[in-house]
T-cell receptor, first 114, second 109 residues
Framework: ETGVTQTPRHLVMGMTNKKSLKCEQH?????MYWYKQSAKKPLELMFV???????ENNSVPSRFSPECPNSSHLFLHLHTLQPEDSALYLC?????????????FGPGTRLTVT | GQNIDQPTEMTATEGAIVQINCTYQ??????LFWYQQHAGEAPTFLSY??LDGLEEKGRFSSFLSRSKGYSYLLLKELQMKDSASYLC??????????WGAGTKLIIKP
């Protein structure tokens, strides 16, 4: 247990569905992240929130919409996804965004888009 | 562009020593991280290097040479539970983590 939880762990959705991924951290951290992990590819940073404000958005398609209502919770809202969006979506948190701040990851949501 | 290179897969024998290399080219440098990821699980933090030299933590050690853009993770007295992927990541000038694709380490009895 890393102190970061994600729900659901597995999700299958059609291209016309709308769903949300949830992340919660119990570490008192100030920064939270969404990553996409595809097989044999590097982790792709999607969004970064620091003190509930978005500080990074790495050219992610608008069909992915993040929400950070407070420093402990992070959501990723999904709509009209494509089959190539199938991947493992990882949430992480860190104390800050500085050099030494290591990130703690949740177990991920395995997303399949049909 | 920014790039992190590490071998795709390595095989080693239980009880032996293995070295996993990582080379990087990034815009700026604010530290290098190694993470371990077992299949189907979250990545977990192993080590952080920001100055040149060797950091030792039990059976695991990590080395950094900033002038060469090079790091390695050394695993000693390998155990079957060390079978996992090992991810190298560098924080660039914007403090954004740039990740390698990971090295899958297979341990054989």
């Amino acid at each position: 247990e890393t102190g970061v939880t994600q729900t659901p762990r597995h999700l299958v959705m059609g291209m016309t569905n709308k769903k949300s991924l949830k992340c919660e951290q119990h570490l008192g951290h100030n920064a939270m992240y969404w990553y996409k992990q595809s097989a044999k590819k590097p982790l792709e940073l999607m969004f970064v929130y620091s003190l509930e404000e978005r500080v990074e958005n790495n050219s992610v398609p608008s069909r992915f919409s993040p929400e950070c209502p407070n420093s402990s919770h992070l959501f990723l809202h999904l709509h009209t996804l494509q089959p190539e969006d199938s991947a493992l979506y990882l949430c992480a948190s860190s104390q800050g965004v500085g050099g030494v701040d290591e990130q703690y990851f949740g177990p991920g949501t395995r997303l399949t888009v049909t | 562009g920014q790039n992190i290179d590490q071998p795709t897969e390595m095989t080693a024998t239980e009880g032996a020593i293995v070295q996993i290399n990582c080379t990087y080219q990034t815009s700026g440098f604010n530290g290098l991280f190694w993470y371990q990821q077992h299949a189907g699980e979250a990545p977990t933090f192993l080590s952080y290097n920001v100055l040149d030299g060797l950091e030792e933590k039990g059976r695991f050690s990590s080395f950094l040479s900033r002038s060469k853009g090079y790091s390695y993770l050394l695993l000693k007295e390998l155990q079957m539970k060390d079978s996992a992927s090992y991810l190298c990541a560098v924080k660039d000038s914007n403090y954004q983590l740039i990740w390698g694709a990971g090295t899958k380490l297979i341990i054989k009895p």
